[in-house]
Each structure stands twice: as structure tokens, then as C-alpha cells.
């Protein structure tokens, strides 16, 4: 048996910062995690790949607009030459990340194996190298995270998903004509508009009656859906039965209105969310569980306190920044003893659908206000009056502020449109401060940049 002070199972977002703090404090921590390698999902087949796919998809997309001719007189691309791309952004990660960890021995190591739990302070790993039992004195993180959740249907495994899309050397290498994805998450918008600009006819079929999850402000989902490309086909309120393979592709059958219809297509992608990958043993130790996710609090204790569970394990707050700051703050309430003094705010999480155009929102926005009886008041600049949108050509979309009517502090925001994954930091920043309208309204943004739309809204109040 080896012991150390601290034990994290995974080492992705959840687990990898808490490592590097707890380390940097003098503690020895080991990191098991059966990828083998520091990043979780977020670096093998989710945000940074599929960003380096959408942002060479925008270059491809401005080059058309403005008429960036080639050789042959059209604009044009070839989808291997991305696909190679996003797989090089990958490998200088890893090894990025491989010097990191370096540089962090001997407090912190990683080892390659499955972890499973014995007691409370115990782990079993099992790897090609054997089994080995590891105790932590201190803690343990269970930063497991998440994948790829698949829907119950007949032909099932006839459908893609974004870990065909997005992983290293993926299983889809060239460019569909016709594309079906089932679901309509973030996941599954971004694909459909990727794939939209590079010329695949994409329809996207939703169980409920609106895009995103029914946990989104509605009012934003219906406005982002405005912006969106009408040439993607949206079909909500449709229920998946099955998926077959035909002689011209794959056929999808669903039921919309009672009457049950198909459509046929190259490929077709599954990207109904993510489910919390709960350890083995987890369960059975006393770790409690609610609805596939394990049960924290907002100092991301377990209800056993000295072990933590942040990131995509707790199902919160399903993104790569938040898992890191909830990693953090397991970090300071260890070296506290395992007492809280540290503790996760989720209302100031930003979160970015990285379509085209960009929608971001964070705080609390409309239908949540009304839900706990806040009286809000609102105020907006749209792009189109904006310089940088107007350089850019892109005026779709608007940033929107929201206040707390009796103390006038900014309590939620979204931006729709140009720049929204860059501005909605900024925001989330002025609702984590309580900052009040007119303080907002007095910053000097920079000019010409879209930043300068945050003070424009705000100085219509005052």
C-alpha cells in the first residue's frame, strides 16, 4: 500500500488544479486518472478541439464574406487540413501539460489505471502494470467527470458522436453531404452550425419544444434561435424511436404531432448531454447520489467531508472553468483541515454556446427572477450601432444587462452576437461584485471594441 496526503480520481479540470495548489502547500498527491494523461475531456474530444474546428470554420466564414477569392475563383477548404489542426492543438496541449506536471514532481504524480473505492481513505487501482492500493491521509477528489450520454433506441450504435467528431485522429474524417443530429444542447448546436457553414445540409431534431436545455432562460434560447442560420432545419417536439442503416445512408424515424415520420441522411449524430461518471464503489462506501450525479455542497464536500467532488461528477455546473474553480476551492478547504473556508458560487459561472453566432449568459436572467419574485429591470445595446460589429459585419444580436430593481445591482446578462464568449467574462466579473447600474455606467471600456456595448446599456438607466 502506498499513502500520500491526497488522492484524486481523474485528472481533468476537477482534479489537476487542486493537485498543482496542494502540491505547491508541500502535500504528496497522486492523481489517477485511466486516460493516462493530465486533462480531462474538455482537452480530449470537447471545448478545445471543437473550438479549434469552430474558429477555423470562422476564418472560412469571413474569407466568403468578404470575398477572399482563391486560385480557382471560390473560396474553398479542404475538411482534413482542420481535422489535422485541431488534432496538432491537441498534441502541443499534452506535451504542454506533460511539462507541467514535470516541473510539479515530486509532490505530484500521475498514474495510468482505474480506480475503484475500498473505504473512505483507500483506493484500488487497476492498470496494465497490476494492482496497486493507495491511501490518502488527508482527502480525496472524486473528479471523475462525465460522457457521452446515448439514447435508449433501436440503432444506436449506428449514430456518430462528438467523441467521433472531436477526439485525436476521430472516426469522421471527411465532410458529410447531409447530416441529422439528434438533441439540442450546446453540443448539438455548435456541431449543426460548424457543419452548416461548411456546406452539409444539417437537421437537428429536438424532444422538447425549444433549443438548449429547459434549464436556459427561455427568452434566451428563443433569441439566440432567431440569429441562428435559417438553413439549418430545427424540428422541436420530436421524439427519436430509431436509427437504420438504408442503402443511401442512415435513416432516422420520430414522431412529431403523433405521426411518426423519417429522414435520411449521410450521417447521424447523437448529442442528447452528458451524464457524471460516479467510481466504482462510490455507492457502496456511503457516498450519496442523486439522479446519476454525486450529492456536494457549495464547499464541494460529499456528505463523507473529507471527500470532495468537483467538476462533472456533481452534475452543477458541466463546464471546464467551473470544474477548475471548484477544484480550487476543494484545494483551500483541505489545506484548511477539511474545514470549509472557501466555497463555490455557481450564479457567476459564465457559460458560452460557441454557434454562429455566439449566445453567453450568466447570473440570474429572467425566468428565474420571476420564479423566486425578483423584480428586475432590463437594458440593452444592440450590435448594430456598434463599431467593431459594424468593422466586422456581424450587427446580429445584442448585450443585455439585468438588474435587481431594488438595490439596481447587476444580477445577470446575456450577449448574443459578436464576441459574447469574451464579453461575458467581463459581465460575469461586474454580477460577482454586486456592481451597482451607475458603476457599470462610469467604466471607460475601450473603443473601438464590442466591451464598449456593457457601459452603452448601462448608461440608458441613469
Same mark, same amino acid.
Given at each position: 500500500?502506498?499513502?500520500?496526503?491526497?488522492?484524486?480520481?481523474?485528472?481533468?479540470?476537477?482534479?489537476?488544479?487542486?493537485g498543482f495548489r496542494l502540491a505547491r502547500s508541500g502535500m504528496d498527491v497522486v492523481m489517477i486518472d485511466d486516460k493516462g494523461v493530465m486533462s480531462g475531456n474538455c482537452l480530449a474530444e470537447g471545448c478545445v478541439p471543437s473550438k479549434a474546428i469552430r474558429e477555423s470554420v470562422n476564418l472560412y466564414?469571413?474569407?466568403?464574406?468578404?470575398?477572399?477569392?482563391?486560385?480557382?475563383?471560390?473560396?474553398?477548404?479542404?475538411?482534413?487540413? *482542420? $481535422?489535422?489542426?485541431?488534432?496538432?492543438?491537441?498534441?502541443?496541449?499534452?506535451?504542454?501539460?506533460?511539462e507541467e506536471l514535470k516541473e510539479a514532481l515530486p509532490h505530484l504524480q500521475l498514474v495510468k489505471g482505474h480506480a475503484r473505492f475500498l473505504d473512505d481513505h483507500t483506493l484500488e487501482v487497476k492498470s496494465d502494470k497490476g494492482d496497486e492500493v493507495y491511501r490518502a491521509k488527508r482527502a480525496i477528489i472524486v473528479a471523475s467527470g462525465s460522457e457521452t450520454s446515448i439514447l435508449p433506441i433501436n440503432g444506436a450504435d449506428l449514430c456518430i458522436t462528438s467523441h467521433d467528431i472531436f477526439s485525436m485522429n476521430p472516426k469522421?474524417?471527411?465532410?458529410?453531404?447531409?447530416?441529422?443530429?439528434?438533441?439540442?444542447?450546446?453540443?448539438?448546436?455548435?456541431?449543426?452550425?460548424?457543419?452548416?457553414?461548411?456546406?452539409?445540409? =444539417?437537421?437537428?431534431?429536438?424532444?422538447?419544444?425549444?433549443?438548449?436545455?429547459?434549464? =436556459?432562460?427561455?427568452?434566451?434560447?428563443?433569441?439566440?434561435?432567431?440569429?441562428?442560420?435559417?438553413?439549418?432545419?430545427?424540428?422541436?417536439?420530436?421524439?427519436?424511436?430509431?436509427?437504420?442503416?438504408?442503402?443511401?445512408?442512415?435513416?432516422?424515424?420520430?414522431?412529431?404531432?403523433?405521426?411518426?415520420?423519417?429522414?435520411?441522411?449521410? *450521417?447521424?449524430? @447523437?448529442? =442528447?448531454?452528458?451524464?457524471?461518471?460516479?467510481?466504482?464503489?462510490?455507492?457502496?462506501?456511503?457516498?450519496?447520489?442523486?439522479?446519476?450525479? $454525486?450529492?456536494?455542497?457549495?464547499?464541494?464536500?460529499?456528505?463523507?467531508?473529507?471527500?470532495?467532488?468537483?467538476?462533472?461528477?456533481?452534475?452543477?455546473?458541466?463546464?471546464?472553468?467551473?470544474?477548475?474553480?471548484?477544484?480550487?476551492?476543494?484545494?483551500?478547504?483541505?489545506?484548511?483541515?477539511?474545514?470549509?473556508?472557501?466555497?463555490?458560487?455557481?450564479?457567476?459561472?459564465?457559460?458560452? =454556446?460557441?454557434?454562429?453566432?455566439?449566445?453567453?449568459?450568466?447570473?440570474?436572467?429572467?425566468?428565474?427572477?420571476?420564479?423566486?419574485?425578483?423584480?428586475?429591470?432590463?437594458?440593452?445595446?444592440?450590435?448594430?450601432?456598434?463599431?467593431?460589429?459594424?468593422?466586422?459585419?456581424? @450587427?446580429?444580436?445584442?448585450?443585455?444587462?439585468?438588474?435587481?430593481?431594488?438595490?439596481?445591482?447587476?444580477?445577470?446578462?446575456?450577449?448574443?452576437?459578436?464576441?459574447?464568449?469574451?464579453?461575458?467574462?467581463?459581465?460575469?466579473?461586474?454580477?460577482?461584485?454586486?456592481?451597482?447600474?451607475?458603476?457599470?455606467?462610469?467604466?471607460?471600456?475601450?473603443?473601438?471594441?464590442?466591451?464598449?456595448? $456593457?457601459?452603452?446599456?448601462?448608461?440608458?438607466?441613469?
Open positions: 500500500m502506498k499513502t500520500v496526503d491526497v488522492l484524486t480520481i481523474g485528472a481533468g479540470g476537477g482534479a489537476y488544479p487542486a466564414k469571413t474569407s466568403k464574406k468578404f470575398d477572399f477569392w482563391g486560385l480557382d475563383g471560390q473560396v474553398s477548404f479542404e475538411y482534413k487540413k *482542420i $481535422i489535422a489542426h485541431k488534432d496538432n492543438v491537441q498534441k502541443f496541449r499534452y506535451a504542454q501539460h506533460a469522421l474524417q471527411t465532410l458529410p453531404k447531409t447530416m441529422t443530429v439528434i438533441g439540442g444542447g450546446y453540443i448539438a448546436l455548435e456541431t449543426a452550425t460548424f457543419f452548416n457553414e461548411l456546406g452539409t445540409k =444539417v437537421k437537428l431534431f429536438k424532444r422538447s419544444d425549444r433549443i438548449l436545455s429547459d434549464e =436556459v432562460d427561455y427568452r434566451f434560447s428563443q433569441t439566440l434561435r432567431q440569429f441562428l442560420d435559417p438553413n439549418i432545419e430545427i424540428v422541436t417536439g420530436a421524439r427519436v424511436m430509431e436509427v437504420e442503416r438504408v442503402q443511401d445512408g442512415y435513416r432516422m424515424r420520430y414522431v412529431k404531432d403523433d405521426k411518426t415520420e423519417s429522414v435520411t441522411s449521410d *450521417i447521424v449524430m @447523437m448529442a =442528447v448531454g452528458r451524464r457524471s461518471v460516479i467510481p466504482e464503489g462510490a455507492e457502496k462506501i456511503g457516498i450519496k447520489t442523486e439522479h446519476g450525479r $454525486i450529492i456536494v455542497n457549495n464547499a464541494m464536500q460529499t456528505n463523507i467531508p473529507h471527500i470532495y467532488a468537483p467538476g462533472d461528477v456533481n452534475g452543477l455546473s458541466m463546464l471546464f472553468h467551473s470544474a477548475v474553480r471548484q477544484s480550487l476551492v476543494a484545494a483551500n478547504n483541505i489545506m484548511a483541515g477539511n474545514t470549509p473556508i472557501d466555497y463555490m458560487n455557481f450564479k457567476t459561472v459564465p457559460t458560452t =454556446v460557441f454557434t454562429f453566432p455566439e449566445g453567453a449568459y450568466v447570473g440570474i436572467l429572467p425566468d428565474e427572477a420571476k420564479s423566486k419574485g425578483i423584480e428586475l429591470v432590463e437594458t440593452s445595446s444592440p450590435f448594430k450601432i456598434d463599431a467593431r460589429a459594424q468593422i466586422f459585419g456581424e @450587427m446580429d444580436g445584442e448585450i443585455r444587462e439585468f438588474f435587481d430593481a431594488e438595490t439596481m445591482k447587476i444580477v445577470g446578462a446575456w450577449v448574443i452576437g459578436l464576441d459574447a464568449g469574451l464579453l461575458i467574462g467581463e459581465l460575469a466579473r461586474l454580477v460577482e461584485g454586486g456592481f451597482t447600474v451607475k458603476e457599470v455606467a462610469e467604466f471607460a471600456d475601450q473603443h473601438p471594441t464590442t466591451a464598449e456595448g $456593457i457601459v452603452k446599456a448601462a448608461r440608458k438607466l441613469i
